[in-house]
């Protein structure tokens, strides 16, 4: 089991930035990759980045250039900072968990293991 809590949300003007953390605890050494996710009201969650236990990255078109994910694995912690942020990235952000790899692409869906969220509000 891995255990995800995500925190760093909060409301933010447009331009602004928000730094988000991610802690892993339990089985954290059988991760293949981290990702973040986000679920704007009435839309489906939607990939934006992930980073993979090589240290490879890979960003959504919609945040390539102004997010920028990274980790600390002494403290089992992963970020995502976020610069010149929209009204568009309003959500609920998620990072995930992903043992091993599957699905199409390393960064892609499925991942095992989800935390709680954390909301992101963008005003105008």
């Known amino acids: 089991q891995v255990q995800l809590v995500e925190s760093g949300g909060g409301l933010v003007q447009a331009g602004g930035s928000l730094r988000l953390s991610c802690a892993a605890s339990g089985r954290t050494f059988s991760s293949f990759a981290m990702g973040w996710f986000r679920q704007a009201s009435g839309k489906e969650r939607e990939f934006v980045a992930a980073i993979s236990w090589s240290g490879n990255t890979y960003y959504a078109d919609s945040v390539k250039g102004r997010f920028t994910i990274s980790r600390d694995r002494a403290k089992n912690t992963v970020y995502l900072q976020m610069t010149s942020l929209k009204p568009e990235d309003t959500a609920v952000y998620f990072c995930?968990?992903?043992?091993?790899?599957?699905?199409?692409?390393?960064?892609?869906?499925?991942?095992?293991?989800w935390g709680q969220g954390t909301q992101v509000t963008v005003s105008s």
């Open positions: 995930a968990n992903k043992r091993a790899q599957s699905g199409s692409s390393w960064f892609g869906l499925p991942y095992d293991y």
